[in-house]
């Protein structure tokens, strides 16, 4: 079998970026420049990306790709159902209510966030033209959706969950950096109808892909891990 190229390098791309520092260096980018990305990198990117393991090869994840006016149209659409309150929930992402010691680290890293936008705790207006930021993208010139048949179970969650985290890695390479929106999933009605997606697939989150802005305070945001001994045990005997 011939080894498939990748599209060169542009100026963009950091050299010598090894496995561990696109991995640990990774993290969620609130604000992008507009620098188009050129389709042959995206191309490029899921191609890679598509080498994530699948339970019996199945290969369940269906890729979305919304840029230029695509991308304006679904974009202006879900903010107009945002500020209406049309919410239409794909899936519930996490439980309510939300329990210890879940609740303080998405809290902390909540206020954390809107601590850089220079938004106050209890500046409720402030923090939702923050949450809206998402329908934008983050400014990123492109928008991805990833979706699979919703009669498939729980173990093709984790295959597209691995193929995401691929995508989000592979970018790096590219000198290109990503942000998981789960977001998008809050008005799933109105993504399912711009992409012309089928009701027989759910729609599992978006992600916005771009270079990311440098100076934006938001994106120094770095989440903390627990230390190892918080998650790990070590069964030696």
Not at 159 to 170: A, E, K, R, Y
């Amino acid at each position: 079998m011939t080894a498939k190229v990748l599209p060169p390098h542009n100026d963009h791309v950091p050299q010598g970026l090894s496995v561990l520092d696109a991995v640990i260096k990774r993290k969620s980018i609130r604000r992008f420049l507009s620098t188009p990305v050129s389709s042959a990198t995206v191309r490029a990117i899921l191609d890679g990306a598509a080498r994530a393991p699948s339970g019996t090869n199945i290969q369940p994840w269906k890729v979305h790709v919304v840029t230029g006016a695509a991308r304006e149209r679904l974009s202006q659409a879900v903010l107009e159902a945002a500020r209406a309150g049309r919410r239409s929930d794909e899936y519930a992402y996490i439980p309510s209510p939300l329990k210890e010691p879940y609740l303080s680290r998405r809290r902390r890293i909540g206020f954390e966030l809107y601590r850089l936008y220079g938004i106050e705790k209890t500046d409720v207006e402030g923090r939702k033209q923050a949450m809206l930021r998402n329908f934008e993208f983050f400014g990123a010139p492109v928008g991805l959706f990833f979706a699979m048949e919703r009669y498939l179970l729980e173990g093709s969650w984790l295959d597209c969950g691995m193929f995401m985290q691929n995508v989000m890695i592979l970018a790096r390479e590219y000198g290109l950096e990503t942000c998981p929106q789960q977001a998008w999933c809050e008005y799933g009605g109105v993504v399912h109808k711009e992409l012309g997606l089928s009701d027989h697939y759910i729609m599992l989150s978006g992600m916005a892909l771009g270079y990311q802005a440098p100076d934006a305070p938001e994106n120094s945001l770095e989440s903390e891990r627990l230390p190892l001994e918080e998650f790990v045990e070590f069964h030696l005997a």
